[in-house]
């Protein structure tokens, strides 16, 4: 790794990440303000929720209902906006750290360093997953916060299966990050790497919500990575965690260290 | 110091660089000559290891640039030739960040050279005007004391008298026996300071001369103006080689001997003599015809 790229680097892309990081807290904040409220209907919500169909309660993770902050926070948020923002993130960022450099040729003065692309593309990865940990890191200190603040009684708030929730959604997006960084590293176009991840994160995102609506195409969810985050399954304690995280460890992995080699081997137009 | 072999890349539509061999010696300023699209940036391209060669090799100093990355660059100065520069920095954030990414480089040297170019660091860069962009490039490309320094269309956006300090700059640094490999698509902008040069056309070197050589066979026009049209008469039947005339104007071709034409010349009265020199594709073809002659 190059110490001052990655300095340089992180300072371009720190207050875009601040960003993303302050408003998901900022949402977060406000999911546990609203909760009070939403709590004293609960009965008359979770009615509701009864009379729709069962898939589209599970697709977006509201089948725990709106009785406990638990149940709430994993469905109206981990199930669905701070997903959508970490996949806005990782193929964003993806794409602006490797694609667009080699698009706009400012990669060439990073190659005519003394330095080898397999250290400017590690470095660009962990500038990626940094920023990753910073959103994360970020969302689950407001998420705390927010409990104390509004909710207040912190005995009835599982803490641990919270920061699970957390945990469960870095791993997802660290092989999201992965396979955009893979995207990224191939491509001499900003556009298409933009394109081609957008394509492949969103078409995982909508396979998983597809599969998990309709029992037909329940099948659908099972080639989404996004399936193996599921946030009610984590509040409720019910998931079984090791084929998660080897598998999304694993994807990651690869993807990040297929992106380094194929970055090493091609040839570049700058 | 810096070796070309056999370099062969063949792009789809058949167009690419074959065959690229030429060698440049220590403490040598290389002209790389060519127009337009004839394959001098895909050569530099792989001479910094930007791009895998389908055959051959490059080496600096005895480092493939392809094999050797993170070694050879500590040796070299790159100034691309389309300059784009990370956004939101300034001149001197720049400047900064490359010098970090180098491992530290002389303010002092660094500060001379912002000096001798004139240009305010503090400049954002998208601000910048291309000229002012090419001379932040050439310090970025400079400041570290490289002992080989390859430039890919270096005076492109200079005005006249930055394009001298420029030379001058090239001029001191091969006192010092710096290396040059220099690109250019015209001739008059490298002969100053070129050593030897290769012409390069469709990808494949046609020749690597001695500058002397090509300047020698580089045919420059000469629009004589005469006092009177006796004088244009008698001069017409000199036997320089004419390219046209009309009224008391004279276009004379000359190649080489310059002291004949100046002996012709100052017989008469002349009241001005403007000078055009020829474009690159003609001294390939007045190279090539003169070859076809010996």
Redesign the interface.
């Known amino acids: 790794m ?1 110490m ?2 990655y ?2 680097m992180l300072k ?1 892309h720190l207050r875009t990440m601040s960003s993303y990081a302050f408003g998901s807290a900022f949402y977060i904040l406000l999911m546990f303000w609203i909760f009070p409220s939403m709590k004293t209907q609960s009965e008359s919500l979770n009615a509701l929720l009864g009379s729709m169909p069962e898939g589209l309660s599970k697709a977006f993770g509201l089948e725990n209902g709106f009785g406990s902050v638990d149940g709430f926070i994993s469905g109206e948020y981990y199930g669905l906006l701070f997903v959508l923002i970490l996949s806005i993130f990782s193929i964003m960022t993806s794409t602006q750290l490797m694609a667009r ?1 080699v698009d ?3 990669m ?10 397999i ?1 400017v593309a590690l470095t660009q990865a962990l500038v990626l997953l940094t920023g990753l940990l910073l959103i994360t890191a970020i969302t689950t200190l407001a998420g705390y916060g927010g409990y104390a603040w509004f909710i207040g009684d912190l005995n009835e708030f599982d803490s641990s299966r919270f920061l699970l929730l957390n945990v469960g959604a870095f791993l997802l997006f660290f092989a999201v990050c992965g396979i955009s960084f893979f995207i990224s590293a191939l491509c001499n176009d900003e556009k298409r790497a933009l394109g081609a991840s957008g394509v492949v994160v969103f078409g995982f995102f909508s396979l998983n919500l597809v599969g998990k609506i309709s029992d037909q195409l329940s099948w659908m969810q099972h080639i989404s990575l996004f399936s193996l985050f599921n946030p009610a399954g984590i509040v409720k304690g019910t998931v079984d965690w090791i084929p998660v995280v080897v598998i999304l460890l694993a994807v990651g992995l690869a993807g990040f260290a297929a992106g380094i080699i194929v970055f090493r ?6 | 110091m810096l070796t070309v072999s056999q370099v062969t ?1 063949v792009f789809p539509g058949s167009k690419g660089i074959f065959d690229v061999s030429f060698t440049v010696e220590k403490g040598e300023v290389f002209g790389f000559l060519g127009p337009n699209g004839a394959g001098k940036s895909t050569t530099i ?1 792989h001479i ?5 060669p389908a055959k051959g090799y490059v080496q600096i100093n005895g480092y493939d640039t392809w094999k050797d ?3 050879f ?2 040796l ?3 100034l ?1 030739g ?7 920095m300034t001149g001197k954030s720049f400047l900064d ?2 010098s ?4 530290g480089v002389s303010q002092e040297r660094r500060a001379e050279l912002i000096k001798r170019l004139q240009f305010d660091e503090r400049t954002p860069i998208r601000k910048m005007s291309k000229g002012m962009k090419q001379k932040v490039g050439i310090v ?1 490309a400079f400041m570290h004391e490289p002992e080989v320094i390859i430039l890919d269309e270096p005076t492109s956006g200079l005005d006249p008298l930055m394009q001298k300090v420029f030379i001058e700059l090239v001029l001191e640094e091969k006192a010092k026996g710096t290396t040059f490999l220099m690109s250019s698509h015209s001739f008059s902008e490298i002969e100053r300071t070129c050593d030897r040069a290769a012409i390069i056309k469709d990808g494949k070197i046609i020749a690597v001369k001695n500058i002397h050589e090509l300047q020698a066979v580089q045919r420059k026009l000469f629009e004589v103006t005469f006092e009177n049209r006796a004088d244009r008469d008698a001069f017409l039947g000199s036997g320089l080689t004419i390219d046209s005339y009309q009224d008391n104007q004279v276009r004379v071709s000359v190649q080489g001997d310059y002291n004949r034409f100046t002996q012709e010349a100052s017989k008469y009265r002349i009241r001005s003599i403007d000078l055009f020199t020829q474009n690159l594709e003609d001294i390939f073809m007045d190279y090539y015809d003169r070859e076809g002659r010996d």
């Open positions: 190059n001052p790229l300095g340089q371009n450099l706009q040729g400012s060439a003065y990073l190659l005519s360093a003394p330095t080898t692309r250290k081997k091609r040839s570049l137009l700058l | 890349k391209r910094m290891g930007f791009m895998k990355q993170g070694r660059q500590k070299v100065g790159y691309p389309e300059i784009a520069f990370m956004e939101g960040f490359m970090s990414l180098r491992g970025a």
